[in-house]
DNA sequence: GAGTGGTCTAGACCACAGG
DNA sequence: CTGTGGTCTAGACCACTCA
């Protein structure tokens, strides 16, 4: 990172200055290097901190570096590969998947699920958290919805909630023909729950993974999933496990 | 929006400030109407500027609001729900599709680009722009990259370059056997022609769609698209055309 | 020209990690 | 304890839209 100054441009500051620490990073750091702190980025570059900020904010977002508080901002691998909805005929639960049932509670939908699962509003779902890993990080937080006439034959005191009752439920559903299913993704900012099981700050920025499971013409469950936006690329395989393995496309302005 | 005063609490203001505007949004906003403008704002809540505008930053991340400089700050319809990879075993520019063609030039591959196309770094890819519009707004732009080699019959002076040539591009491809693709998305910033494209300032969020087109075992092209992610939902349909129709699950804490 | 959101500054204090 | 990133303030000026 040569320079000191910022020549005069019509662009914004943060913005030029993002390009900068961009391509610094591609030519001048290594991934997990530690980058110099806020303050003295600032004073080099000769802005405000809140600039500065603006900019690292920018590289965040990108999967670019990773910033802790009370440690520093250092530059981040690539983002890793999940696939999202490969198991496209399989049930949640499946053995194979890397999902983490975690609890399991039974309670009233909310108005938003309940329209989903086309359900009446007062009907009782069971709620399974379940969380996702990959390489030792936690990169998805789900809450998977199953009403209860979906699983008519679940014990009715197998286990009142925890895991034991969420595998419960999940292994019920694998016994229903699964149809089809049709997944949406958007950007969200994560619920402070989901921020906790993702090791981010309340409001994080995160892929929103909606999955209805359909049987019979019906929705028999469905999952909201939550990827962490920085750290994760969704994978839609479609071509039979075909991976793709270079780094994703730099979006550098 | 009747409250004033924002009570000691330990989250932070500007995400308790989210959650109360959020609801307010819900209760007694309607789409499209103008929000009070953010001094105003700011004094009511009795915080800074800055820290309302936060809050704002996250509700626009989420879909909920929509700022245009000048204008003012407005309430967002909900996230339009645009397919992405149902046409699974379409090339592009096949009849039907919302995509327009607005250019094609003949240039060196990217390093990015050759590495997912599976080319040397020296061969010429015809690049393709293209934007996509639903319901009268753009919601996307996109570079479709087909490597010469992918098109060998292309007549050589159909025309130097602009719309027409991209068609004359894309109605070759259609006369390879598409054997299946696969698509990734991941969270990016736009740059600055992109963001020109899409009617919003460099760096918006934006979710970057990847999909390679297989055919006979190699990459025929690659697709980098960029979707608006404030007012997008990608949906992958596997099961036959279904549709979501109900507003997405909202991310409230 | 008046009013809006967008950028930027120079400070302050807080929450957290680590030695 | 020190050092880090996270939050917040109270200003200023700029770029843009629209009447």
Redo the contacts with the bound molecule.
Sequence with gaps: MGTTQLESV?E????HLRTVLSEALDSEFSVGEI?P????LAARF??????L??A?EQLELEGRLQ???????TVAPPRVGVSVGTEQHAWPGTVGDDWQPADCRLEAASASVADALEIRHDELVHTVRRSRVTHGQPVAAELLYVPQSSVPALPAIDAPSGAARARAVLRELQRLELEGQDNAVELGSARADDAKQLDR?P?APVLVVTTRFLTAGRTAALSVATYRADTCRLTFGDSGGVEIHQAPERRAS
């Design positions: 019509p914004p500051k943060y913005w980058l702190n806020e303050r003295d000769g802005v405000a901190r809140a600039t900020r603006q690292l910033r802790r508080r009370g440690v520093g901002t700050l409001g």
